[in-house]
């Protein structure tokens, strides 16, 4: 259903710390260190956002971008492979302290252009601004805690283990050319959660920005080009006809991807050695919530809005379905009526906003057959105004009650959707959680010990984060972050990711007299990168 008014501006009505009057037409392309203008085939990037001049609605033109082709992705492919040079290039083999120095610069950079940064991130993808400036600031703290953890794993390998008379340096060495693709939800901090430590570990990069959530890497290409030696990061903009030559090429090693675990599985099959390509994946969620007769409901209500909610529910940690105790279920949903009436719908600049336009084509039309579907299987939309449609605006839809017959009840929506099923026996839940193909996180509420420690024995070996009387969420950065089944590949967090993107790797030999003076005289005299006893500050 469409609602008669609408909540988009005109467009003279923007405020203007946030207006784009002219749009960000990008040309260029990063390859080979130098900034390369490209002369083919480029798309019109159109906002999430529509606005109305002399009264005409129409998405909002911000910018276009190339759509590279097959021949890029091939120079795009040399061009990593010579950066990295059978492991003996300039960027594999530089000391760790370098290599953390070239990062830093390109920190200070980064700064520079934030508010550029984060302004097209609110129009490309639809994301309030509060949440687009953190998204920025916690990228940049993920950057630095990195490097943190990187000094401090060099300082732990930089001693010589000495064991059944062998002496070794072990350390961590890079794998190789490495494509890295986020997703649109998180453009900025979900690339450069791999971006990052692939890098700092010394491998090339190629980077493949979002369909959604891509101009915004745009102001950061001299950054890239200033910082790093020629090769090492290379930005393309394209479909899946530049990705699938990439990883046919079989120069790539590793493979970092955030997306469905559909397109994760294709691209892996098109490298021609897929037992060789590392993959690191953050891939789909169904996480669940499980209210019980003991929760406290002020708590549960408000971390299930939110947790279900926040960004449009456009988040892998979202809480996707909400099991409710049938002797609390009414209660919860009144409240959680109440709390949604209290979660602003409008553009992404207004204060407070949470519900925003949403940025995919057809997802209104998917949401809203979601929906219909779970109607026709006998759930009820429980919120006034669930599922009202204004534009590319979707008002969030409560369904209850919710069984395994509607579609919304395994596919992963990924939207303002919320489907509450209620239960009886805590085995429901368990029994879903077990069955289901994802398996990222959950959610328990309950204030009952035992109730508590039942839950989460047999739930930690089916998810890799339980949440007690809380939310789903990915931070703190230093937390592992992963998931089985068909959620995840690797681990996401600071200093796991180092050690997804390196493998360890050991100089070793006999210790006899002249070889310890060998060895001493390398590292004293630092005549080897990789051999070295050099404590980084």
């Known amino acids: 259903m469409s609602s008669s008014t609408t909540l988009f501006p005109e467009d003279s009505a923007i405020p203007e710390p946030f207006r784009i009057d002219t749009p960000l037409e990008v040309s260029e392309y990063l390859l080979e260190g130098r900034i390369e203008k490209w002369e083919g085939e480029t798309q019109r ?21 190339p759509v590279m082709d097959e021949a890029a992705g091939a120079a795009a492919v040399a061009s990593t492979k010579a950066a990295w040079n059978n492991g003996m290039g300039l960027w594999p083999t530089l000391s760790v302290a370098a290599r953390i120095k070239h990062v830093e610069d390109f920190t200070h950079r980064m700064i520079e252009v934030r508010d550029q940064v984060v302004r097209l991130m609110v129009w490309e993808i639809g994301k309030p601004y509060k949440e687009c400036c953190v998204e920025f600031d916690r990228t940049i703290e993920y950057v630095r805690d990195t490097i943190d953890a990187l000094k401090e794993l060099d300082r732990t390998s930089s001693r010589f283990v000495i064991e059944s008379g062998i002496y070794a340096q072990i350390r961590r060495a890079p794998l190789g050319p490495t494509l890295c693709m986020g997703p649109y939800n998180y453009p900025l901090n979900e690339t450069f959660a791999t971006l990052i430590p692939a890098l700092l570990m010394g491998n090339p990069v190629i980077i493949k920005p979002p369909r959604h959530g891509k101009l915004l890497f745009a102001p950061l290409m001299e950054a890239f080009r200033d910082c790093f030696p020629a090769g090492v990061v290379n930005l393309i903009f394209g479909n899946r006809r530049l990705v699938k030559p990439i990883l046919e090429s079989g120069v790539v090693n ?17 490298h021609p050695s897929p037992n ?3 993959c690191i994946l953050g891939l789909g969620a169904k996480n669940a919530a499980v209210v019980m007769e003991s929760a406290d409901m002020e708590l549960a209500v408000s971390e299930a809005v939110s947790g279900s909610l926040s960004f449009s529910g456009q988040r892998c940690t979202a809480l996707k379905i909400l099991f409710v105790h049938e002797n609390v279920v009414d209660e919860f949903i009144r409240r959680f009526n109440e709390g949604l009436k209290a979660m602003p719908i409008g553009m992404p600049w207004e204060e407070g906003v949470r519900i925003t336009p949403l940025p995919e084509p057809g997802k209104i039309k998917y949401l809203t057959e979601l929906v219909a579907d779970a109607e026709a299987h006998g759930a009820k939309v429980v919120n006034p105004g669930g599922g009202a449609v204004d534009r590319t605006l979707f008002h969030p839809a409560v369904l209850y009650p919710v069984n395994e017959n509607m579609r919304v009840f395994s596919e992963e929506q990924f939207g303002p959707v919320v489907p509450i099923v209620p239960f009886r026996d805590v085995e429901t839940p368990i029994r879903y959680i077990i069955e289901s193909r994802f398996g990222q996180q959950m959610s328990i509420f309950s204030d009952d010990a035992a109730e508590v420690a039942s839950l989460v024995d047999p739930m930690v070996n089916q998810v890799c984060r339980v949440n007690v009387n809380c939310l789903c969420q990915r931070g703190p950065d230093v937390f592992p972050f992963t998931g089985r089944k068909d959620s995840a590949e690797g681990t996401l967090s600071v200093g796991d990711a180092l ?3 390196s493998i360890r790797t050991l100089v070793a030999a006999k210790g006899t007299l002249r070889n ?16 070295s006893t050099d404590f980084i500050m």
């Open 276 to 278: 060789r390509l590392r």
């Open 45 to 65: 990037v159109d906002s999430a956002i529509e606005t109305a001049v002399d009264g005409v609605y129409a998405p909002k033109h911000i910018g276009s971008c």
């Open 516 to 531: 310890k003076a060998l060895l001493s005289d390398i590292a004293r005299n630092h005549k080897s990168n990789f051999l």
């Open 499 to 501: 050690r997804c993107f």
């Open 254 to 270: 590793v493979l970092a991807f955030i997306g469905s675990s559909e397109a994760a599985n294709a691209m892996r099959l098109s």
